[in-house]
């Protein structure tokens, strides 16, 4: 299966997750400089985290030149399966996104890979990073999450 059907099949189970109550990520852990992190938790408060921007039509960009960042990592308390490792850009529009454990593909990962961003997400992202500090720029995008 090549790559982009099987995201295609990863974000249609997202959208359908996000349909269900009670199911799917409830955790998201913001993150600026290594010190500078805030939780935000709740199905509700998480979900649009991983719903605006995966409603716009994909097109897979190029990394961007060194910019200064945020790492979001989102997760369920409650055991549920799927794991998102984000990296929000600002000035660039840019979110690099790593996704593993999202049925049906619970053995795979997906990604990294970097999109850009509607303007619907960059509210939300904007909102969730409000009063951090961010990462400094680095070369290489080399982060883990």
Same mark, same amino acid.
């Given at each position: 299966m090549s790559g982009?059907? =099987? =995201?295609?099949? !990863? @974000?249609? *189970? @997202?959208? !359908?997750?996000? /349909?269900?109550?009670?199911?799917? %990520?409830?955790?998201?852990? !913001?993150?600026?400089? /290594?010190t500078a992190c805030r939780v935000i938790s709740g199905d509700q408060q998480v979900y649009p985290l991983i719903s605006g921007w995966e409603t716009a039509? +994909?097109?897979?960009?190029? *990394? %961007?030149? %060194?910019a %200064?960042? +945020? /790492?979001i990592a989102i997760d369920s308390t409650r055991g549920e399966p799927g794991k998102w490792f984000l990296v929000w850009v600002p000035s660039k529009r840019l979110l690099r996104a790593t996704v593993s454990g999202v049925p049906p593909y619970t053995s795979r990962t997906v990604g990294p890979y970097w999109r850009s961003v509607p303007a619907a997400a960059v509210t939300t992202f904007s909102a969730a990073v409000r009063g951090l500090a961010s990462h400094p720029a680095i070369r290489g995008w080399r982060i883990k999450g």
């Open positions: 982009r059907i =099987l =995201l295609a099949a !990863v @974000l249609a *189970a @997202l959208a !359908v997750a996000g /349909t269900a109550a009670a199911k799917g %990520p409830d955790r998201a852990r !913001v993150c600026g400089k /290594t039509p +994909f097109s897979e960009r190029g *990394a %961007p030149r %060194p %200064p960042y +945020f /790492t």
